[in-house]
């Protein structure tokens, strides 16, 4: 380069893949992002690096991909995988795909599939202060952003949804009611197997302000 000192080739190798490399992201995070970009509702990695099996039976060394089971070919879940998981990567889960490369290799991919299990809450509030303008969406939205943020086994903590819902117009909470959508409405968590994903939509969200 004109004007510079002179550098060697692999010095120049080495500050090209800083200039590169330094604005990309994870490749846990690429993989997510591209998997959710093929319309999954839900994903969730898990990365084995440590030196004993995961409560899941996920191996030493290996990936365990859970997706909410969707319309989506299996093999264009595994084709995603493939080609943004780390290299030598192996691959944990109770479906297995066979897909091919970009040079037409054989490769089985394995991942899971959890069923998306809605949520409905019934809700009676009475808000504090006098500043409650949003206040009512505001809440729905920040209770579906924790619902949804949940991964796959995980359960629905009903202690937990108080402090999404208290911060916004000073709400006092005098009933919280939720469970599986059509199921009775309880004051207990909602226990969530390993595979299924606890989802929640506004529309499922009842409040009543008094």
């Known amino acids: 380069r004109l004007g510079t000192v002179a550098e060697t080739e692999q010095h120049y ?9 330094n604005p990309s992201e994870s490749v846990a995070d690429a993989l997510l ?9 839900q994903v969730e990695l898990q990365n084995n690096d440590g030196d004993a099996a995961l409560d899941d039976g996920t191996p030493v060394g290996h990936i365990h991909i859970t997706v909410t089971d969707t319309l989506i ?7 995603t ?12 889960g109770s479906t297995t795909v066979v897909v091919n490369d970009t040079r037409g290799l054989p490769h089985s991919i394995s991942f899971s599939k959890a069923d998306a299990v809605p ?26 952003a924790y619902v949804n943020s949940l991964l796959a086994g995980e359960d629905v903590i009903w202690s937990r949804l108080f402090e999404r819902i208290t911060p916004y ?7 919280l009611l939720l ?10 968590n909602v226990v969530i197997i390993d595979t299924e994903f606890a989802t929640q939509n506004t529309i499922n969200i009842n409040l009543v302000v008094s």
């Open 169 to 175: 117009g000073k709400a006092q909470v005098n009933s």
């Open 119 to 144: 949520i409905e809450m019934d809700i009676n509030v009475t808000f504090l202060s006098t500043d409650i303008a949003g206040a009512e969406d505001s809440i729905k939205a920040d209770l579906a």
């Open 33 to 41: 992002a591209k998997l959710i970009g093929l319309g999954l509702d």
């Open 179 to 188: 469970g599986k959508f059509g199921d009775t409405l309880t004051i207990s």
């Open 81 to 92: 995988i493939l080609k943004y998981k780390s290299l030598g990567t192996p691959t944990f």
């Open 13 to 21: 190798r080495n500050d090209r893949n800083r200039a590169v490399m």
């Open 73 to 79: 070919p299996d093999e264009d879940i595994a084709t």
